[in-house]
């Protein structure tokens, strides 16, 4: 990709992002629009200005939350789909409950989570980013390594090639890809569900604690500069999972 096209790439998001800002203040300022009804970007920034230290402080406890989950919750996967890979009956046994598993409600699993641990853990919300991300690179992962073209499998196989030399050459360049598509989406995830489940339960120390304490105090202005927070740890999590694709891909073409 040349400079040209990056930077094409990089002009075009952020010009809607300064037309949105600019009609969101137009809109706040045109209406006269209270600050407890809907705050205007400029305030937000002055706020997480102004607070940047508790954000901060918030951030880290819910960027730690989110990112033992995803290293856990990206373990446990891969490391599961290679068993699902090689045991297929075991796919059909093991796929429906992790599916029934992940379509339970966030806040009925955190809930229960936090009356079985006391309540300044982080083990239920770090317990659920990783069930969630389990889920996307269980699926995503388990796809690649089965899912590779047949032609590739039968010319291994007229060499002789055992099921391991089979896995090594074939099955896990093909799931490769699909690993770092589910890390894309799971990267993201992983914020979400940890300061989501802030929401119910336990230590009022995270970003989500945070949001709600200070919409329930009528400061919108400042609850929305720690959804700043939030939103720029996800970027920060889905753009650390774009540059280990890139690495990775470097690395493969040497």
Not at 78 to 96: G, K
Request: proline fraction near 4%; charged fraction near 10%; glycine fraction near 6%.
């Amino acid at each position: 990709m040349t400079i040209l096209s990056r930077a094409k790439n990089i002009t075009a998001p952020l010009i809607f992002g300064v037309v949105f800002l600019a009609l969101w203040e137009g809109v706040v300022v045109g209406f006269d629009l209270k600050p407890y009804f809907l705050a205007a970007p400029s305030k937000i920034v002055e706020q997480f200005f102004k607070n940047t230290t508790r954000i901060w402080e918030a951030t880290v406890v819910s960027g730690t939350n989110a990112l033992v989950g995803l290293i856990v919750g990206t373990v446990l996967g891969v490391a599961m789909s290679f068993v699902l890979s090689r045991f297929r009956f075991l796919s059909q046994l093991v796929t429906p409950l992790a599916i029934s598993l992940n379509a339970i409600p966030i806040f009925v699993l955190v809930a229960v989570l936090n009356n079985m641990y006391s309540i300044t853990s982080e083990i239920p919300r770090r317990f659920m980013v990783t069930l969630v991300v389990y889920f996307i690179v269980l699926v995503n992962v388990a796809r690649g390594l089965t899912q590779v073209r047949s032609i590739h499998v039968e010319l291994m196989r007229s060499y002789a090639a055992s099921d391991l030399a089979i896995l090594r050459k074939v099955r896990v360049p093909n799931a490769i890809p699909y690993l770092f598509t589910a890390l894309k989406v799971a990267a993201p995830a992983s914020v979400i569900t940890a300061f989501v489940s802030e929401y119910f339960g336990g230590s009022q120390n995270g970003l989500g604690s945070r949001i709600t304490s200070n919409i329930a105090n009528s400061k919108n202005a400042a609850a929305w500069a720690y959804v700043l927070g939030a939103c720029l740890l996800g970027l920060a999590f889905y753009t650390v999972s774009i540059i280990l694709e890139s690495l990775t891909r470097k690395g493969q073409t040497k």
